[in-house]
Each structure stands twice: as structure tokens, then as C-alpha cells.
């Protein structure tokens, strides 16, 4: 079993602790997947894409760890931090069934690594957004580009990438997607 996908046991121990604690171990495992996916994509070209921009926390990280990148984001609303907002060439707001598919025209090419955080608090929702990036990523990604989110996004082309060292308890997923 890989990191990404935790026993039962540690599931239910998680709803033990705080919200404090579970928000602490999310933002850890976030920033540990990032920084992680930005390394494996260093020399691979094209931008980066943050699909669920919130209140922008991830998207700043990203930006900050790929300095060199575009980064695009991608939201139903706006209601990023003062200066954690893209400018307006690159953010695309509306729904993402709407706005991913016709995508590749406004970022001018495929990416080389694609943050999904669409996470909610119903299961059902989620599940089905997950299938539909599954399914909508792969023409916005290139062939060697990395997909990390917070939600499953199983595809016999990408394969699945350990976490790395130092994440904390919260399940997070990555995928390497197959050379072409
Ligand atoms: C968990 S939050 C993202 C948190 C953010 N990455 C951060 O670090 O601040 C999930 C975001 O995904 C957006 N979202 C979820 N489903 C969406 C959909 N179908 N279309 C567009 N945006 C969606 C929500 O509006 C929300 O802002």
C-alpha cells in the first residue's frame, strides 16, 4: 500500500484529532507534495496549472517554487488572499466541466504539472469531479508532467509516485504520466 492511500485504522484515528491538527497535517502534506512534483518536473517545459485556487495558499506556493512558470488557476469564484490572486491572463473562473475542456487555447500549450485540490466535504461530489479530471487531464498534460491532488484520479497511463518523506497524515495522490 502506498502512502497515498491510508489503512482503515488510520482513517478513523483521524477523526479523532482537531480540526487544528487535521488542518496542520493537510497543509504539511501539501507543501511536501509540491515542492516534491516541482523537482520531478524542473527540466520538462510548460506551465503549471492550480485547479481549485480557494483562498490561493497553494497556488502562492506553487508560484514561488516555479518562479520560472506560468501558473494558471482555476476556480468556480474568486475568493483568493489579497496577493495570493493570478492576474487576469491567468485566472479562469467558472465551473471546471466548463472551462477545462476548452483550456489548452488559453494556456497556449500543454503543462508540466497539474495541482487538483477540489477536495469537499461530500464524498459523492468529489468522487465524480475526480473521475471527470481523470478523463478531461491527460489532453492538458504533457507526456512526463506530474498530477498531484486530494482526491483519486486513478488512469492506466500515469503511474502512481510514492509521497515523499515528510508528509503528514492526510492522503494526498501523485502521478507521473507515461512517456508517450
Ligand atoms: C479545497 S478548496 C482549494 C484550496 C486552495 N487550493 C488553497 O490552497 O487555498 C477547493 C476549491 O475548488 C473549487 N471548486 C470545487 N469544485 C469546483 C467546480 N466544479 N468548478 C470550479 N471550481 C470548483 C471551490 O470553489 C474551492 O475554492
Redesign the pocket.
Known amino acids: 500500500m502506498t502512502r497515498g492511500t491510508p489503512p482503515m485504522d488510520a482513517l478513523r484515528n483521524r477523526n479523532n484529532t482537531s480540526r487544528l491538527s487535521r488542518m496542520i497535517e493537510r497543509l504539511v502534506t501539501q507543501r511536501v507534495c509540491l515542492d516534491h512534483a516541482a523537482e520531478l518536473v524542473r527540466d520538462l517545459p510548460g506551465p503549471a496549472l ?1 485547479i ?8 502562492d506556493h506553487l508560484r514561488r517554487v516555479m518562479p520560472e512558470r506560468e501558473v494558471f488557476a ?4 474568486l ?1 483568493a488572499l489579497p496577493g495570493c490572486q493570478p492576474d487576469e491572463a491567468h485566472l479562469v473562473i467558472g ?3 466548463q472551462t477545462l475542456p476548452e483550456a489548452l487555447d488559453r494556456i497556449g500549450g500543454r503543462v508540466a504539472l497539474i495541482h487538483a ?4 466535504d461530500d464524498r459523492a461530489v468529489d468522487v465524480a ?1 475526480a473521475r471527470f479530471l481523470a478523463e478531461t487531464l491527460p489532453a492538458l498534460v504533457r507526456p512526463g508532467g506530474v498530477v498531484l491532488g486530494d482526491r483519486v484520479m486513478p488512469r492506466a497511463d500515469w503511474v502512481p509516485i510514492p509521497l515523499p518523506e515528510g508528509v503528514g497524515d492526510w492522503p494526498y495522490f501523485m502521478y507521473q504520466v507515461l512517456q508517450s
Not at 482555476?74 to 469564484?77: I, T
Not at 485540490?117 to 469537499?120: E, L, N
Request: net charge negative.
Open positions: 492550480e481549485g485556487l480557494g483562498k490561493g495558499r497553494t497556488y482555476f476556480d468556480r469564484e475568493h465551473e471546471l466541466r485540490d477540489i477536495g469537499s469531479l
